[in-house]
């Protein structure tokens, strides 16, 4: 061996165990960019000493994984908009952090800027009720998945079936009225995180303000507890569950779901439903083969004590509130199980939700859909499974009146 190959093994020698500890501190970097992300609210604040705390920690976690990892611009760019959030920009030392920041942002060419704490400009109000309003054209993304390719995942018995009958309703003339081309829906094997992400792109292109959008996903929540900083996901085809990084690598994290919908989806009329499990701070529950539709990852690791705490949410699904029109409704909060039903053929939430949409042939909005599906699915899982499940919702300004079948402008 000469000595310049030598040399050239030398140098790999060197640089492969820096190379990886820079890989380390990037995904600590990460990490903690999606637990600042889960557990902003709209309603946080710097008005209250709390609020001012919480802003604090969450700025200077962010300060300190931007030292770490340079490779990182949206690091830079949450930093910024809580400092901003702070106000510190009023004071001499903080509009000299504030103007560093958007140079170094600037230097780094990143556009993909958003501030989760302001209304999206692309969702503004034109009409003062959106039961009432033209809507241009509908649009659906409808996702549904009984087996998995991680066989820790225990497979769903009506997931597919749930997601194609929700598709049926959109479809038909006497009720949702979406006509089919504008309709995606992915399961099984195309349920893919790929596909998804490509099903929202799909979305992102096409959708004009004018639009409604509706969003379904049928499939395994992950808990709280599956994840160190205490983020919740969706379950994807190919989701791996053996262990937490693979977690976030492979499953749709829900605050990048709900950013996508309030930064990148046009429309005034967004609606969410989310037949899955949110699990809170369990611990120690039974395996999925039980009926429910919430998975018990094969490690088990309690998040830190200021992760967002079990609520009627997921933490990420507040951040809906920021936007015009948009809605969420989901099978049970965040600390309960998701049931499907070997009697009725689906899971509860959708078996009453799609009664609720039915009875009223389209014309019924989602509040009121909701408000009777609520106490149903509540009734029916206490007898059946001596359980509580209790739908919840959440609606920013208007949405309350969305009709899903309304029809489309000629």
Known sequence: MNRTSLGVLVSIAVLVPAARAQMEKCRGAADALSRVKEQITPELSADTPAGRERLEVMRSTLETSASLCRD????????????????????????????????KLSAAAYTAKFDPFSQPAAAAPVAADLKTAPVRKKWALVVGINQFHDPNAPPLNFAEKDSADFVSYLKD???????????????????????????????????????????????????????????????????DLSGPEKLYATSLQMIDLVQ????EIKARRVVLFLDTCFSGDAQSQPSADDGSKRITPVWEKAPPADAPAAASFSGALANLKIGYGRAVITASRADEQSWESATLHNGYFTHYLLLALKDAQGTRNIHDAFEMVRGEVSESVRRDHHAEQTPTSQFSENAESIVLGIPELP
């Open 72 to 103: 990182m611009p949206e690091l830079l760019s949450y930093e910024l908009v809580i400092a901003k959030r702070l106000g510190r920009q009023n004071t001499k030392r903080g509009s000299q952090e504030i103007d560093l920041l958007e140079r």
């Open 173 to 239: 003339s006497k009720g949702g009225r979406f006509k089919p081309e504008q309709i995606r829906h992915l399961t099984g094997e195309k349920a893919t995180l790929e596909q998804i992400r490509e099903g929202l792109g799909w979305l992102r292109v096409n959708v004009q303000p004018e639009d409604l959008v509706v969003i379904y996903f049928s499939s395994h929540g992950s808990p709280r507890n599956a994840d160190p900083n205490g983020v919740s996901y969706i379950v994807t085809y190919d989701t």
């Open 260 to 263: 996508e919908l309030n930064r």
